[in-house]
Every structure is written in structure tokens, then in C-alpha cells.
């Protein structure tokens, strides 16, 4: 945390995005007044509000991560939209009130096969209703796009036309509709487009959504950011 707190002072990055992974402890980031912005547990640890079965476990989920945001005066909540079914989704929505929490876009067919919820404009304009806002994931938009056989530039910008609060930036592969989230410049992504279309933006929070092979260190995230700065 220290490392991520100097180039916060430093004005490189601006914010830490930090994912509350269950059965943590909030207190050694506590200890650094930085700005940050919770993104809710994913599907990895089981969360899934499309999935009734798991509304009880869900809201659980969603209360510790409010209470992560509320200690650490969080900005923004992003929220997936998880698998399964829109409709169940949209029930569970009804049951969360916190004007803090941004919808995030979601590729058509997840890691698994699995059949993903928020992939299209009109999911995400259904899901966000007039309550909550949108972080827009240009990988997974970039995906959605493969899967429904439209333009990636076009599907992208109909979700700007949205006005995001947020984005997620990663790099990827036009011929698979996976998930991947590769480095800057690993895919055939056109970053100077992304790149644009986060500074017409209103909004210009931005995430870099990339790998990291050594956990120890952020030079790989500073790699990142520069390739995206110079396109």
C-alpha cells in the first residue's frame, strides 16, 4: 500500500481500487488517507445477484463491502451483474439503495461458459434504471461485441453515450469473445480510440484492469499506464 500511496502523492495514479475479499480485514487500510473505490466482491468468491439462490449470501456481500466504503469514504461501489438471469437480477437491485454503486458491463459468455448479464445497452440501461450509474469495461464491451457480431467501436461508444463514471482499461483479442484483460499493447484493441473516448468523458475516473505477474510491485501497472498515455 505504501508503494500505490507514493504515486498517489506523487499525482500518477489518483485513487486505489480495492476489491473487499470476504473474511479480510479493513484495518491495515485504514492506516493510508488515500482515495479509493470499492469494487464488490465478484463471482470468484461466489457473489452472483442473478442468482436467487443466493440472495441471503448476496446482501451479506453487499453490506461488507458498504461498510468498507463508508470506512474508507469510498467514492464509487462497482457492481457485475453477474450470470443467470436479468430478471433476477433486477429483483435484487430493488433491494440495494445506495446511490454510490456503478453497474459494470459484462461480456455475453463468461470464463466458463456461463451466460453473463449486462452485456448489451439495453441490459445495462434496464439494470442501472434511474438509481445508479455505470463503470464501463472496454474489454468486456470489446467482447460483448464479438459475441453479438457488432462493431467494438460502436458498441463501446453507446455505452459512453451513457456517461460513465468510471472505466475499466485493458488490452485484448478480437477473435475470442473471452475475457482477458491482457497488457496495453498485447492485443489488437485500439487504445488511442479507448483513450478518447474516456477524455470526452464528464467523468474520467479510470482503472487500469491489467495483469500483474509480480504481486510485490507496480511497475508493471506503471508500464501500463504510460503505453495507454502515449497512444
Known sequence: ????????????????????IPNTDITPFLSYELPYVIHITTERHGFNIADKQKEDFNLKIIDDCVQWADQLDAKYLILH????????????????????????????????GENM?????????????SRFGLCLDFGHAAKAAVSLGLDYKEH???????????????????????????????????????????????????????PRTNMDSLSEDMENFQMFSSC
Open 117 to 129: 448479464v449486462g452485456y448489451s445497452i439495453e441490459q445495462i440501461e434496464r439494470l442501472m434504471g
Open 1 to 20: 500500500m505504501q508503494k500505490a500511496a507514493d504515486l498517489i502523492k506523487q499525482d500518477i495514479f489518483q485513487y486505489v481500487e480495492l476489491t473487499p
Open 156 to 210: 463501446i461508444l453507446n455505452f459512453v453515450d451513457l456517461n460513465p463514471k468510471m472505466f475499466h482499461i485493458s488490452d485484448g483479442l478480437l477473435d475470442s469473445e473471452k475475457d482477458q484483460h491482457l497488457a496495453v499493447g498485447k492485443g489488437d484493441y485500439d487504445m488511442a480510440f479507448i483513450k478518447k473516448c474516456v477524455y470526452r468523458n464528464q467523468y474520467q475516473y479510470a482503472t487500469m484492469e491489467t
Open 81 to 112: 451483474p453477474g450470470f443467470g438471469l436479468i430478471d433476477d437480477a433486477m429483483d435484487f437491485l430493488d433491494l440495494i439503495e445506495d446511490d454510490r454503486i456503478l453497474i459494470e458491463n459484462m461480456p455475453k459468455v463468461g470464463i466458463n
